[in-house]
């Protein structure tokens, strides 16, 4: 089991910058960060069943041309996803606050859930509490990101968890307040967040690229947002 509590040296490491003088380097209540909850196996296994379930939502044009391009190139170890121009992204959110991106809400993993699967998404399910979930897989190009946002307090309930694949993000956490508090996480892949009660419902979310200061690289991202009903 992979999962470590967040020491202040370890979020350190991985990214966490806190931008508020009054936030003492711990995050609030309410927000848990697991810093590298999945291997690299483990993530290729689940970014692989994601990218799957979003091409099903492809045109038979689309789904052709990334068949011809397997067979032009092989699978790929190092990458998962195939060039940005052989996926249909879109520019907008309807409400504008995910910019370039593909989405969708999943009902069952259907076949892509194998054993192996299977197994990655027990270890998932150790972090949240077994109540009604509705499960959505977001991919963004890697041009892409998120503005600040609070998710639909109608449309699902007191927590939000979501597992990060493929390029790292950063994300931003900044109180509703007048005079808000606000800390940085830097996403990478196989990180999990969970965001729970006040957070969830007080602190808005956005996503970044890291534009060059954490060491990381621009890159396309998939999350799996596993949200209460
Ligand atoms: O991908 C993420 O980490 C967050 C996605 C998000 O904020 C949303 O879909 O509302
Ligand atoms: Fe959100």
Redesign the pocket.
């Known amino acids: 089991m992979q999962t470590r509590l967040c020491s202040p040296a370890l979020l350190k490491r991985v990214g966490f910058r806190c931008l508020s003088t009054n936030c003492n380097g711990d995050f609030p209540p309410g927000f848990t960060l697991f810093p590298s909850f999945l291997d690299t196996h483990e993530q290729r296994i689940l970014l692989t069943a994601a990218l799957d379930q979003l091409d099903s939502l492809e045109s038979k044009r689309v789904r052709r041309f990334q068949k011809q391009y397997r067979i032009l190139h092989g699978p790929s170890e190092a990458d998962a996803f195939l060039p940005e121009r052989l996926y249909t992204f879109q520019k907008g959110h309807y409400d504008n606050?995910?910019r370039d991106y593909r989405?969708m809400h999943l009902s069952s993993w259907g076949e892509s859930q194998t054993l192996d699967l299977s197994r990655v998404l027990n270890r998932l399910h150790t972090l949240y509490p077994s109540e009604n979930t509705q499960t959505?897989i977001?991919h963004?190009a890697s041009e892409g990101e998120?503005l600040p946002?609070i998710?639909n307090i109608f449309s699902s309930g007191r927590w939000?968890l979501?597992v990060?694949l493929g390029a790292a993000?950063v994300?931003r956490m900044e109180e509703n307040t007048l005079t808000p508090k606000k800390f940085d996480v830097l996403?990478t892949s196989g990180s999990v967040?969970l965001q729970r009660d006040d957070v969830r419902y007080h602190w808005k979310?956005?996503?970044t690229r890291p534009h060059g200061s954490m060491n990381t690289v621009d890159g396309q991202?998939v999350?799996i947002?596993v949200r209460v009903c």
């Open positions: 606050v995910i989405e959505h977001l963004l998120i946002h998710d939000i979501a990060s993000r994300l996403l967040y979310h956005s996503l991202r999350s947002v």
